[in-house]
């Protein structure tokens, strides 16, 4: 099997690395959920349907979905500079036609290729900290980068809301732009090749099966949460039976080929395993109640978008910060410490959340947002870093392919379920009631019995997740590191 090859002797400076991987995977996350916040100014705008707007996101996650498993090989094939330079050229240029776009089709196109920067930069960040830093110290490490991405979408929807409110959503876009432009400058002084290209030959024929199987996922779950016809309708089915039998036959090529493009045999290392089904259902609850909780605080609360954003910023805050010190407390203590009572912070809060009413105070929402960040951060950074420390060196372009790769899949497959939750238990609001769904101003009360709903499938999302931790064991770092490596 080619490798990739860590470059025998070189002394790496990690700080200038991290600092320009950092400032542009900032900026990306930011202006994702900032635009979030802007649909509903689109949708107006734009003159387009919630539908139509979907799609800014749909499109985003389904060009995530399809280039991050092709990102492994990737990293085989181009030096750390090239892919970097690449991935932020990529987000520039998005950036960019997104600020000057004058209507809904040019900012599609814009979202496509700000998403390809994106898909080129999130696992070069995680594969070059893997190979800059020691195992001991990568705790610490993934811990700033939790805090950069945990922080970017807290601080998105309120400075979104600030941007919308006084100038126009062309901003969320023209405040990006010169921080990428100072993190290019800055990647082409300061960044270093971490690596040896090894040139694999490209497979079309996994890319093919990569590209049906997980887009088909993304796109079938994706189009299911938009409302349209749910998931009875033929465009979601068939998606989603495409994206099935091409992952099967993707999966099964992938076992038989000697240079896999993504390797599957990753998942025989035990704690790999376990860590990357942390990160799914941590996925699953972040995106979902970042979902939930924005939408009840707009049109059940009657919050603008602006104090939507403010009430949920400073959960956000506090989840960045707690990243580094949770990431230190991995380095000295490991995982299990912190994921099991973290699983059962966030499992208790988003059962007081299915609970959540009209007379629920603004300070009961803030608090409970917050403790809920905090059990994020005890779950996310220490179950990922557990996990792609038992990998071995060559194994790593394809561990944070299969990582976040699945993050995208269960992104999607949380907001799908949550909006479905949500909107079949609005509805059984009117049926149980014998209410005609005419009637607004039952809406709110409606909207609440959907949202208890949809936190009661977060709950079960926890429970899963916290038998899974159960498993879970120290990865060691020290002499005996290449023993414990091996899968069982």
Request: net charge positive; proline share 6%.
């Amino acid at each position: 099997m080619q490798q990739t090859k860590p470059l025998e002797g070189k002394n790496f400076r990690p700080m200038p690395i991290l600092i320009a991987l950092l400032l542009s995977g900032f900026i990306g996350m930011f202006s994702e959920t900032a635009l979030n916040v802007a649909l509903s100014d689109l949708i107006n705008l734009l003159h387009i349907t919630p539908a139509t707007a979907q799609w800014l996101t749909t499109a985003y996650l389904l060009t995530l979905g399809i280039l991050v498993p092709v990102s492994g090989m990737l990293l085989q094939c181009f030096t750390t500079r090239q892919l970097f330079i690449a991935a932020v050229s990529f987000s520039i240029v998005g950036t960019f036609i997104a600020a000057i776009a004058p209507n809904f089709e040019l900012l599609l196109i814009a979202r496509v290729v700000q998403a390809i920067g994106t898909g080129l930069l999130l696992p070069l960040m995680f594969n070059t900290i893997l190979v800059i830093f020691p195992p001991e110290k990568r705790g610490a490490a993934m811990g700033v980068i939790g805090l950069v991405i945990m922080v970017a979408p807290a601080v998105g929807p309120t400075i979104a809301g600030l941007l919308i409110q006084n100038l126009s959503w062309h901003w969320i876009f023209w405040l990006s732009l010169p921080f990428l432009l100072i993190s290019l400058i800055f990647g082409i002084v300061s960044m270093q090749n971490i690596g040896e290209p090894t040139r694999p030959r490209f497979d079309l024929l996994s890319i093919l099966l990569s590209t049906l199987g997980f887009g088909g996922i993304v796109f079938g779950f994706s189009s299911a949460g938009e409302g349209e016809g749910g998931w009875t309708s033929e465009r979601v089915i068939i998606s989603l039976i495409v994206g099935v039998v091409a992952l099967i036959a993707f999966a099964i090529r992938q076992l038989t080929m000697k240079q896999p493009m993504m390797n599957l045999r990753a998942f025989r290392y035990p704690m790999f395993t376990v860590g990357t089904m942390l990160v799914l259902v941590c996925m699953m609850v972040i995106l979902s109640s970042m979902l939930i909780l924005p939408l009840y605080l707009q049109q059940g609360m009657g919050k603008t978008a602006f104090q939507a954003g403010l009430l949920l910023l400073p959960g956000g805050i506090i989840n960045g910060i707690m990243s580094p010190i949770m990431g230190r407390l991995f380095d000295k203590f490991g995982p299990k410490w912190l994921v099991i009572p973290g699983l059962i912070i966030i499992g208790v809060i988003l059962w007081f959340f299915s609970s959540i009413s009209l007379t629920t105070t603004v300070a009961v929402i803030i608090v409970l947002h917050t403790c809920l960040m905090i059990g994020v951060s005890m779950v996310f950074m220490p179950g990922q870093t557990n996990g792609l420390n038992q990998l071995p060196p060559e194994y790593y372009p394809h561990g944070t392919a299969i990582m976040n790769t699945l993050q995208q899949v269960a992104g999607a497959i949380g907001t799908a379920v949550a909006v479905s939750i949500l909107s079949s238990g609005t509805k059984q609001y009117y049926i149980d009631n014998q209410i005609n769904p005419a009637d607004l101003t039952k809406a709110p009360l409606a909207m609440t019995q959907g949202v208890q709903h949809a936190f009661i499938f977060g709950v079960i999302i926890a429970v899963v997740g916290l038998v899974l931790a159960l498993f879970i064991k120290r990865v060691r770092t020290s002499g005996a590191e290449a023993g414990q490596r091996a899968p069982h």
